[in-house]
């Protein structure tokens, strides 16, 4: 019934991406080409190359997880969603930026159905798109550590590309604006849209396996790093000179911003703390520091005992025990005392 339910679901979100998908191609496609040149078609061109990229890696994926499935496992492919998401940030942003620097300020709602808050509507499915394709290719166990930080990533990607899309909208009246401001704000807009890559290649390359096993490279914490001094920060400063300076009306994602700051500064202070990553001598793998010292006694026994033996050492202890002190002495006999073999007195001194 699971597997129903995860076959079901994958081909709903794939339904709704490519849905999505072609319904912001048709809309952006509107805006740049009306009243155009007829060079300006060239949109179409890359509309149909975005569709086939998505479409090809979502058949590659179904194809990966049937050859490789196996009997009771959990059936999780998202090798090439990554790739999706950049031939997509790579065709949408010069579009954000063309329409934005050329036609924003001269929309205007009264007189076409197309105006601001059609564009500005038409940018928000990109959030929605990015959840899509996530779904479209994943399938995580319930109650894993994987679904655990699909579910965290999708939420936080989501909400820092709908807090591009509300920063956007001060390019509507670039007359009450600089032009250093506006350049700075669709140049942080623009580039939010390529960060969620390093989420990707985060759930690419860490396989969250059940031995705590985990990628060298944590792009996890370079999502979080490229966030925050390249999203939260910028648009935290953004907002106040916004504010301050120009007397506009500010979002309450202002305090997003800072909020966010904030869990971004305790995520780093973690990493590079107790919490961090180790990596085992011996077999060169990187595990989670609540699954290292299990995986040492499974790695290498004799290395882990020296290490608790020097630890000990450092402790307090003077002599430092080596692995041959802890073997049992050959010239020893290790059974246990026979009463006959007690003397009377020992025997009195043992009662």
């Keep these: 019934m699971a ?182 704000i669709l140049a942080f807009s623009c580039m939010n849209i390529f960060l969620p890559t390093f989420a990707l290649f985060e759930l690419k390359y860490n396989k969250f396996h059940d031995s705590g096993e985990i990628s060298p490279i944590s792009f996890k914490f370079i999502y979080i790093c490229s966030f925050m001094f390249f999203v939260n920060v910028p648009f935290l400063v953004l907002r106040l000179i916004l504010w301050h ?23 780093i202070m973690e990493f590079f703390g107790d919490q961090r990553p180790r990596r085992c001598e011996s077999c060169s793998r990187t595990f989670a520091k609540g699954f290292f010292k299990l995986h040492r006694q499974n790695c290498s026994p004799d290395e882990d005992m020296e290490m608790i033996a020097r630890n000990e050492a450092k402790n307090g202890n003077e002599k430092v025990v080596n692995l041959k002190d802890l073997e049992p002495n050959k010239s020893s006999t290790n059974t246990f005392i026979n009463a006959s073999d007690i003397s009377p007195t020992s025997k009195e001194t043992y009662v």
């Design 3 to 184: 597997s129903k339910t995860g076959i079901y679901r994958r081909i709903a979100a794939r339904v709704f991406a490519i849905s999505l998908l072609i319904l912001q191609g048709t809309i952006l496609d509107y805006y740049l080409i009306v009243e155009e040149s007829s060079s300006w078609f060239a949109w179409i061109v890359t509309d149909a190359i975005i569709l086939f990229t998505w479409v090809f890696t979502m058949w590659i994926s179904q194809r990966s997880r049937r050859k490789l499935a196996k009997p009771n496992e959990s059936m999780d492919e998202i090798k090439f969603a990554y790739l999706a998401w950049i031939v997509y940030a790579a065709h949408l942003v010069p579009q954000v930026a063309t329409l934005f620097k050329c036609k924003a300020s001269l929309l205007e709602e009264k007189r076409h159905i197309f105006g601001p808050n059609m564009l500005k509507m038409n940018l928000c499915l990109t959030p929605m798109l990015f959840l899509f394709l996530i779904y479209a290719h994943h399938d995580a166990k319930s109650h894993s550590r994987r679904k655990y930080y699909l579910e965290k990533m999708t939420a936080a990607v989501t909400l820092d590309l709908f807090d591009s899309v509300e920063m956007l909208e001060y390019l509507f009246e670039k007359d009450e604006i600089t032009i250093a401001l506006e350049n700075a």
């Design 245 to 267: 300076e120009h007397q506009l009306d500010v979002s309450v994602l202002l305090a997003k911003n800072a909020l966010a700051i904030v869990m971004g500064i305790i995520e």
